[in-house]
């Protein structure tokens, strides 16, 4: 499956927890670090921001995946769909076939 690791990790999921580890880290680090609050909150401001950014463009990439996979298996579904229909068709004339054959047959 595309966008899949050996371990069955989807690309999402793996950006998700990069960007909490991320996130984590850079909290520990303004609380740890000796500045002021104004500029601890604007560093805060800023981090989320960007984690907000990459939340957002994963989830339209989520949903453009899903539109995707939806589209691929309304597809699957009409081929599989016209497959059956035509076999149905194929049998249902193989039966008059056969029922007109032995019709003449017992007339004969």
Same mark, same amino acid.
């Given at each position: 499956?595309?966008?899949?690791?050996?371990?069955?990790?989807?690309?999402?999921? +793996?950006?998700?927890?990069?960007?909490?580890?991320?996130?984590?880290?850079? +909290?520990?680090?303004?609380?740890?670090?000796? *500045?002021?609050? $104004?500029?601890?909150?604007? *560093?805060?401001?800023?981090?989320?921001?960007?984690?907000?950014?990459?939340?957002?463009?994963?989830?339209?990439?989520?949903?453009?995946?899903?539109?995707?996979?939806?589209?691929?298996?309304?597809?699957? +579904?009409?081929?599989?769909?016209? +497959?059956?229909?035509?076999?149905?068709?194929?049998?249902?004339?193989?039966? $008059?076939?056969? $029922?007109?054959?032995?019709?003449?047959?017992? *007339?004969?």
């Amino acid at each position: 499956m595309a966008g899949n690791d050996r371990r069955g990790l989807s690309a999402g999921s +793996v950006l998700l927890a990069f960007l909490a580890g991320a996130t984590a880290g850079a +909290v520990a680090a303004l609380l740890l670090a000796p *500045q002021s609050g $104004r500029d601890s909150r604007n *560093q805060l401001r800023s981090y989320a921001q960007r984690t907000e950014e990459g939340i957002r463009e994963l989830a339209e990439r989520a949903g453009e995946l899903w539109d995707d996979a939806v589209g691929k298996g309304k597809e699957f +579904v009409e081929e599989k769909k016209t +497959v059956l229909t035509e076999a149905l068709d194929a049998g249902r004339e193989a039966m $008059r076939r056969e $029922r007109d054959r032995h019709t003449s047959d017992t *007339q004969s």
